[in-house]
């Protein structure tokens, strides 16, 4: 498979404190990658180095095979001003920023995308509400249809299941299954139980990263959580076992 | 009636209704930036700072104006530039410079010698005595920010809105909040001559903030913002002139009475609505 982003030994942190050491990761085209960890283990540092946001002090991040270096981004939806006078239509259209220059007009045909893409979602019936006036399942796929827009070889997704129902979350994961098949997908979550029971592969991220090719949480990854914790298996059907403390 | 034709056949009342109109125009536009950016005490700070310049340009004996935009757009750089690049707080930092344009002004106002300037002019504005070198650099602010707009509103937008995501995109974030708060300060020094220090942040948030009630539209809300400051403004212009009191009060007076009626507006249309 196709590599397409790698990050060579990267440590990164801001001003006089590391949060990030010695990190190695590769993702490759159609990877699902889940990435946990405990607050402040550097779960949104690492995502940050990842689409450029912060540099890392040292170390490196490359991009192989991708248009533009171009990421598609939902963000942790508290971080957005939902007061902003700006209309759900207007929120889509602005994934396909990177696609226009400073004075680029947006044309029939991006329009017409954008439509699509919020019909798909079901939520064309609210393209012209301010974003206010929606609900936190709502407000997901509206950033959701911002992300994938301008159709990204890699979808990053900061805790995308905080303020949803669970019937919203078994809906994303079914999007996100589909959306895999042409596009890499990194999800950064609390939720180990929904996170494992879809992504490909797991990384724990607490300063610095382990890295598993499979779904399978051990005993050895949920020690980065340095606590008692719920034990997550998958059998036939997924369940949970719960370890004696 | 017979007045109002009357009064509109002087120069001094026409060059003020111009005056009125630009300063709707531009403060329409950039306020609705303002507010939806959440800069109002940002603006606040840039206003008071440009007293100072106001002061230093009395002092050397040029025009008030031109002291006041250069302090002002310089205060308004540093401010981004402090915010973006140290970790001192921003609020402190708007806090200092506020005081220090002020205590400048005065200081510099002051010591010039001979007869000192009308202060309440600066403070309260003075519509009625705008010259025409006033009118022309409202022209001249009115066409940048419309060009500005009307080329770029969406960029604007979309990085007002969601700064890191438009990072993401690789737009050009630095640039745009540069030019937009060097925008903010041109417009707060040219008008501070219609409605005074004290009173131009009120023209750039109230007529924003009363359209706001009824669109969420980033467009619309400008459009609103300026039919509502001309409406506000040539109703304080006519009452400045028949209670022979300070323009800028009277044209903030009327926008709150404004506030007041949408306000009203509104509320019956929510209960109309259900």
């Known amino acids: 498979m196709t590599k397409l982003l790698e990050l060579k030994s990267v440590y990164a942190g801001y001003d006089n404190k590391l ?35 912060i540099k890392p002090i040292e170390g490196q991040v490359n991009f192989d095979n991708i248009d533009d270096n171009l ?35 947006y044309k029939s045909e991006d329009k017409e995308k954008a439509k699509v893409l919020m019909e798909q979602m079901g939520i064309l019936h609210l393209r ?6 929606l609900s936190g399942g709502q407000l997901q796929r509206v950033f959701l249809c911002r992300a994938i827009i301008s159709d990204p070889q890699i979808l990053i997704l900061d805790e995308p299941d905080t303020y949803v129902d669970s019937h919203f979350e078994t809906e994303l994961y079914g999007v996100l299954d589909q959306l895999n ?65 | 009636m017979n007045e109002i034709i009357e009064l509109l056949s002087y120069s001094f009342f026409q060059n003020a209704i111009g005056a009125a109109i630009l300063a709707s125009i531009s403060c329409g536009i950039i306020g609705t930036y303002i507010v939806a950016r959440r800069i109002v ?38 401010i981004e530039w402090v915010s973006k690049k140290t970790d001192v707080r921003q609020d402190s930092v708007i806090g200092i410079l506020w005081a220090l344009g002020m205590a400048l ?7 010039t010698p001979g007869y000192a300037p009308n202060l309440m002019s600066y403070l309260f504005g003075s519509i009625l005595t705008v010259s025409s070198l006033d009118l022309y650099l409202l022209v001249a602010l009115c066409l940048i920010t419309i060009l500005v707009f009307a080329f770029m509103m969406r960029p604007i937008v979309y990085v007002a809105f969601d700064e890191s995501y438009a990072q993401t995109h690789k737009a050009p974030v630095q640039f745009l909040n540069y030019l937009m708060i ?78 007041i009626i949408a306000k009203l507006v509104q509320l019956s249309l929510l209960k109309f609505k259900r």
């Not at chain 1, 190695?24 to 283990?41: M, Q, R, S, Y």
């Not at chain 2, 840039?46 to 205060?75: D, E």
């Not at chain 2, 009173?199 to 980033?218: G, H, R």
């Open chain 2, 105 to 111: 002004g005065i200081i510099f106002i002051y010591m």
């Open chain 1, 19 to 53: 949060v990030l050491k010695d990190v190695n990761l590769t993702v490759k085209e159609n990877d699902f990658l889940g990435i946990i960890g405990p607050n402040g283990g550097g779960k949104t540092t690492l995502l940050k180095v990842i689409l450029g946001l």
């Open chain 2, 182 to 259: 060097a925008l903010v300060a041109l417009a707060i020094v040219l008008n501070i001559r219609v409605v005074g220090i004290i009173l131009v942040i009120s023209f750039l948030t109230i007529p924003q903030t009363i359209a706001n009630m009824f669109t969420q539209d980033f467009g619309k809300m400008i459009l609103g913002a300026i039919g509502f400051g001309i409406l506000g403004s040539l109703l304080g212009l006519f009452m400045a002139y028949k209670l022979n009191v300070p323009s800028g009060a009277t044209i903030i007076f009327s926008f709150v009475i404004l506030f």
């Open chain 1, 181 to 245: 098949d042409h596009m890499a997908i990194i999800v950064v979550s609390h939720d180990i139980g929904t996170i494992s029971s879809h992504v490909k592969t797991i990384a724990c991220v607490n300063g610095s990263l382990c890295y598993h090719d499979s779904n399978v949480i051990n005993q050895e990854q949920l020690k980065t959580y340095n606590c008692p914790i719920d034990l997550i298996t998958h059998g036939e059907v997924p369940h949970r076992v719960l370890k004696k403390h």
């Open chain 2, 41 to 78: 005490f940002i603006s606040g700070g840039i206003t008071h700072a440009s007293f100072g310049g106001i002061g230093i340009a009395w002092f050397l004996g040029f025009n008030p104006v031109f002291g006041a935009a250069v302090f002002g757009v310089l205060s308004a750089l540093s």
């Open chain 1, 71 to 105: 990421i598609g981004y939902l963000p942790q939806i508290n971080t957005i001003d939902k007061k902003f006078p700006i209309p759900v239509r207007e929120v889509v259209l602005s994934g396909l920023m990177s696609h226009k220059k400073l004075f680029g007009r």
């Open chain 1, 128 to 133: 012209n509400k301010n974003i206010g006036e």
